[in-house]
């Protein structure tokens, strides 16, 4: 009933920037908190960036300074700014919200997943 679609991944050079956005549909009543995570190969899914719905945001230290977690709550969106870019910031990036449905459940809700690829 909900869904999350995820866009803007690719492989950019090191020092590049990259902007991912994440459109969630369906019976929505409320988005509370938003979020990106990555699982670079062979490792664990991290958090990377979170936002509440009042637009307060906190970042993995390893990107502070680099990307900007944004959300534009009227479309539903969350977006991922990524500049200068590393090629440790490698993987596959995943949004998450956390939805309030029209149903007045409360649930979890991953994307599908974009694929970032920092090389030369």
């Known amino acids: 009933q909900v869904q999350l679609v995820e866009s803007g991944g690719g492989l950019v050079q090191p020092g590049g920037s990259l902007t991912l956005s994440c459109a969630a549909s369906g019976s929505i009543f409320r988005i509370n908190a938003m979020g990106w995570y990555r699982q670079a190969p062979g490792k664990q899914r991290e958090s990377v960036a979170t936002i509440t719905r009042g637009g307060s945001a906190n970042y993995a230290d390893s990107v502070k300074g680099r990307f900007t977690i944004s959300r534009d709550n009227a479309k539903n969106t969350v977006y991922l700014q990524m500049n200068n870019l590393k090629p440790e910031d490698t993987g596959d990036y995943y949004c998450?919200?956390?939805?309030?449905?029209?149903?007045?459940?409360?649930?979890?809700?991953w994307g599908q997943g974009t694929q970032v690829t920092v090389s030369s």
């Open positions: 998450n919200m956390f939805i309030t449905t029209q149903t007045g459940g409360h649930y979890t809700y």
